[in-house]
């Protein structure tokens, strides 16, 4: 419990020191400017597209935690999804929404085993899509850039790793600080994984589920890039985006802000632009990622005052 209470304290504060070294090094004013001068179409068309995120994502949910033999209401699952989207946007860690989903969708008769189960492999089968799509970007960067030699792709492709290791371990070593129950929970994942991905047509759902998400949220963060003047090419949709999405998984900061931006001011150098567009593009679509999601809070002050 106290190493708990420690995590849920350093985890913002390590988010405002990355946030705020990013920005020291990086030419403010132009940020700013690029911000200022957001094409608001963009904003909104990018806002309408994390509505159908969502409620993708919440189907996604439903049909995984029907594979458990756990069914769910598809209205109150998009209505959770909503609260636990916002919950994961202002909350340190990134889980607390997930969490609270499980809590929720439990009932009276049943273990925390099979909700849990379901928020999680749902959850999963979302990164495995989009590692795929950023693995697959990184293997067609040398062959679709050709200012970028073999040799530096190369490079890249394993600095990206090597990074994304450290973030893991980090991120692993602090969520599973005092935590002991995991080592039971574990051993019930392998079957589990069996039933919602194994089964007949099971992998084609999830994965077609699981693949348009993520090309949703590819496109809002290119819209975030176009909206302050810094479109990416091609590659960069499939590489660049990708990897500073991944950033936002582990669970040391809020809402992703500061190693999404980080990313950023590394990646869209790469590309032709500027760093300084990186972040700008960056905190656009975080802005946006977290309005997105504001619905979820008008529904818990609706649930709250209704069961009030």
Same mark, same amino acid.
């Given at each position: 419990?106290?190493?708990?209470?420690?995590?849920?304290?350093?985890?913002?504060?390590?988010?405002?020191?990355?946030?705020?070294?990013?920005?020291?090094?990086?030419?403010?004013?132009?940020?700013?400017?690029?911000?200022?001068?957001?094409?608001?179409?963009?904003?909104?068309?990018?806002?309408?597209?994390?509505?159908?995120?969502?409620?993708?994502?919440?189907?996604?949910?439903?049909?995984?935690?029907?594979?458990?033999?756990?069914?769910?209401?598809?209205?109150?699952?998009?209505?959770?999804?909503?609260?636990?989207?916002?919950?994961?946007?202002?909350?340190?860690?990134?889980?607390?929404?997930?969490?609270?989903?499980?809590?929720?969708?439990?009932?009276?008769?049943?273990?925390?085993?099979?909700?849990?189960?379901?928020?999680?492999?749902?959850?999963?089968?979302?990164?495995?899509?989009?590692?795929?799509?950023?693995? @697959?970007?990184?293997?067609?960067? !040398?062959?679709?850039?050709?200012?970028?030699?073999?040799? =530096? #792709?190369? $490079?890249? +492709? &394993?600095?990206?790793?090597?990074?994304?290791?450290?973030?893991?371990?980090?991120?692993?070593?602090?969520?599973?600080?005092?935590?002991?129950?995991?080592?039971?929970?574990?051993?019930?994942?392998?079957?589990?994984?069996?039933?919602?991905?194994?089964?007949?047509?099971?992998?084609?759902?999830?994965?077609?589920?699981?693949?348009?998400?993520?090309?949703?949220?590819?496109?809002?963060?290119?819209?975030?890039?176009?909206?302050?003047?810094?479109?990416?090419?091609?590659?960069?949709?499939?590489?660049?985006?990708?990897?500073? @999405?991944?950033?936002?998984?582990? !669970?040391?900061?809020?809402?992703?802000?500061?190693?999404? =931006? #980080?990313? $950023?001011? +590394? &990646?869209?150098?790469?590309?032709?632009?500027?760093?300084?567009?990186?972040?700008?593009?960056?905190?656009?679509?975080?802005?946006?990622?977290?309005?997105?999601?504001?619905?979820?809070?008008?529904?818990?002050?609706?649930?709250?005052?209704?069961?009030?």
């Amino acid at each position: 419990m106290t190493s708990g209470k420690y995590r849920n304290f350093f985890t913002p504060i390590f988010g405002i020191i990355l946030l705020v070294t990013v920005f020291s090094v990086s030419n403010t004013d132009a940020i700013l400017a690029s911000l200022g001068n957001a094409r608001l179409e963009l904003v909104f068309l990018g806002l309408c597209l994390i509505q159908i995120q969502i409620i993708l994502s919440a189907l996604r949910w439903c049909y995984t935690a029907a594979q458990l033999d756990h069914p769910l209401p598809p209205a109150s699952a998009i209505a959770d999804y909503y609260l636990g989207s916002f919950l994961n946007m202002v909350l340190p860690g990134g889980v607390v929404g997930d969490m609270m989903r499980a809590a929720r969708s439990r009932s009276a008769d049943r273990k925390w085993s099979i909700p849990v189960l379901a928020v999680l492999l749902e959850r999963f089968s979302g990164q495995i899509a989009l590692f795929f799509v950023g693995g @697959l970007g990184f293997i067609l960067w !040398p062959f679709l850039d050709a200012e970028l030699r073999p040799s =530096e #792709a190369l $490079a890249l +492709v &394993l600095a990206a790793i090597g990074a994304l290791i450290v973030v893991a371990a980090v991120s692993l070593l602090i969520w599973l600080s005092g935590s002991l129950w995991w080592r039971n929970f574990i051993r019930k994942i392998g079957r589990s994984i069996a039933v919602c991905y194994g089964l007949p047509y099971a992998w084609l759902v999830q994965g077609v589920l699981s693949l348009t998400i993520v090309i949703s949220y590819i496109a809002v963060f290119a819209m975030a890039s176009v909206a302050i003047g810094a479109p990416l090419p091609l590659i960069g949709l499939i590489t660049a985006i990708p990897l500073c @999405l991944l950033t936002m998984v582990f !669970p040391i900061t809020v809402g992703g802000w500061g190693t999404r =931006e #980080a990313a $950023a001011a +590394v &990646l869209w150098p790469l590309l032709g632009l500027t760093g300084d567009q990186g972040i700008a593009a960056s905190v656009l679509y975080g802005a946006i990622v977290t309005l997105g999601t504001l619905p979820g809070l008008a529904l818990f002050i609706w649930s709250t005052s209704r069961r009030r």
